[in-house]
């Protein structure tokens, strides 16, 4: 009898056991989960600052196929290439301002008239920061028809120009 106890007691797991197992676990995302959401924070930025890029690069591509030269006064205007022979420029998800936890909004410059041929925008500028500070991104970020990108933490507000160089 004292045999058939000794067997049975060594087939599972004591609950003390089990506790140290689940306390461990913890301790291991505990250490893992906050790196995890830093990481997924720089993929964000990564993402929005090439996203400026491609509006940089659209925007070229606009004012160079456009009549009279111009650049679009819209995100939407380089989705969908309105004006610059119907060619799409840009991602719907950019040319909606949401991408990868970040807004961003166009903004034209002034309005140039154009000899007999119409009006002209001859400067641009665009800017994304993240939907919620600290979260999806830190950093802000601004670009204009120099082609620059410039970027810094400014507490979740819209990129501006007087932003440090990236």
Request: hydrophobic letters at 40%.
């Amino acid at each position: 009898m004292l045999s058939i106890l000794r067997t049975r007691r060594d087939r599972g797991f004591t609950l003390i056991e089990l506790l140290i197992v689940i306390a461990i676990i913890g301790i291991i995302a505990a250490i893992a989960i906050p790196s995890l959401l830093r990481s997924r924070m720089s993929a964000n930025e990564a993402s929005a600052s090439g996203a400026l890029k491609t509006i940089a690069a659209a925007q070229t591509d606009y004012n160079n196929n456009s009549s009279p030269h111009s650049y679009s006064n819209t995100l939407e205007g380089l989705r969908s290439g309105q004006g610059a022979g119907g060619v799409r420029y840009i991602s719907d998800d950019l040319g909606a301002g949401l991408k990868s936890g970040y807004n961003f909004s166009l903004l034209a410059g002034n309005l140039t008239p154009v000899g007999s041929a119409g009006v002209a925008y001859y400067s641009w500028s665009a800017e994304a920061h993240p939907i919620v500070h600290q979260r999806t991104g830190i950093r802000s970020f601004y670009v204009d028809e120099t082609g620059i990108l410039l970027g810094s933490d400014i507490g979740g507000g819209a990129g501006v120009s007087t932003l440090p160089e990236i």
